[in-house]
């Protein structure tokens, strides 16, 4: 049987089956980050990402770009749990024949995100490839009573993205912001129930959030942002690397974060009982089932 | 001008001169592992290496030893620092039509050294690629007074190695065990000046000491232990993927060390002033000057 057969989360699955973790690791796989004892105030948190020639960029993706996506997703993952990103390491695999000026931009694409979030890039390894490939590693830190994973949304709760949905693949998976300002507006001054970052498309990400807390969920098409490259709802509801963040308040945390009438959170639903499962409210008012999915790599 | 032209020591030079970093980073790229403040009696290790298929292992590797390799080689940086492992990332990129128990082995080599030495796998990324990929991040941890470097090797240190070198293309580098309890008997024991991996071989590791201690050093011949795989001195003194230890200690410390007569830890040499340069001393007791080269990535 091939991993295409049961997919990226499938062969996921199997893998964490075999995992066992000692009482120092607060979270393990399965959450944006890894979250790990650290200090009395603080936690660890912990991601890795990797992308790869003709699959997360193209051969024709300008070499700034390419460093500053890397970046760019582990600092949204760590967002995605209410941290702050402190350090990085970078592993790098280059064709021989890349030029030096190239690998520096690369690098340099890498070095201006990491200045604007004040990340510390402390080493990394060099190797050779045929595909360029950059996978990094970031640590970050997060107060103990900041911290947010995907396991705690509840029955009630008013579901939010920080902005507008699909269509990413035309330019803004390799441009974003990631939402480390808001993220941290966020925890400081709300009681987060469960966050997520959409990279995987928005139905397949809120699954993991509904599938960890088991809840169900009602989504309203008319809500839903839709960014200016979307094709349509579909796209805004299953293409990946948004890189916007999901999470959820409850009705009282919501109606607070509301009165501020910040547009960049914007409500598009609401989490139900568990065997509500997951449905959509369409323009004609209509309730459908909707089926969990989108972006896999195999 | 390609990356080919100035070689991975040269390309990194480049990055690394472009790098600030602020003071909680103890010591940044540069040496087997990044160190981070963490507690009053510790610090953070941190270290990551790329493994890629054709070449750091072939098709015809088998899954459970990949797996191995990508963790060993981490274990081995942590060592080489005077600290323990203590949890691990991976980001593994494979094949769509990569069945699914070959990937399974990949994961439980990981997994049965990561039991081995009481490390936590805590999560990682799955991508796809043409070509097999796994990048590890490891995490450990080093009481302060216990920390090495490459930095503090002294004139008048002798050098010593873990074990025999060379040849270890042929078997070796799949399957070595990374010197981590010796690595922990010479900090508890022994004040170590400077150590370092062989990785990329013993004059080119031995390089970064020099450098990086403003020393030089003269070896003997007869003294470098050669493996049961190795063509001849050459090979013990150029090729990579040995994973032992090369260590100074001063000379009462070597002594001591001496006097416990243990094998497995062979002097080779001793440290001389910058301006000696490095030389080695033949069978025939000729001296003659060594130039620092060995394996390049590109």
Redo the contacts between chains.
Sequence with gaps: ??????G?FG??E??RK??T??A??IK????D??V?K??RQHYLL???????E???FTSHTGPLLIGRKAVAISVSDIAACGGVP??L???L??P??????F??RI??GM?DIAKKY?I????????????I?L?V?M?GQVEKKNLVLRNKACPGDVIFVTGALGGSIKGKHLNFTPRLKEARFLVKNFKVNAMIDISDGLLQDLGHILEQSRVGARLYADLIPQGPQAKDLNDALYSGEDFELLFTLSKDQAEKLLAKHLAIFQPIGEIREENFALRLVDKANRERLLKIKGFR??
């Design positions: 049987m091939l991993i295409s057969k049961i990226e062969l996921l199997r893998f075999l995992i973790t000692d120092s690791v393990g796989s399965g959450d980050c890894a790990l650290f200090d912990w991601t890795c990402d990797m992308i790869v003709d699959i997360d402190r350090y390491l970078a592993s695999a280059l021989k024949e890349t030029p030096v000026s690998s520096e690098f340099q070095l004040k510390n890039i402390v080493g990394g390894d060099l190797s050779k490839a045929e595909k490939t996978d590693s640590l790599h195999f």
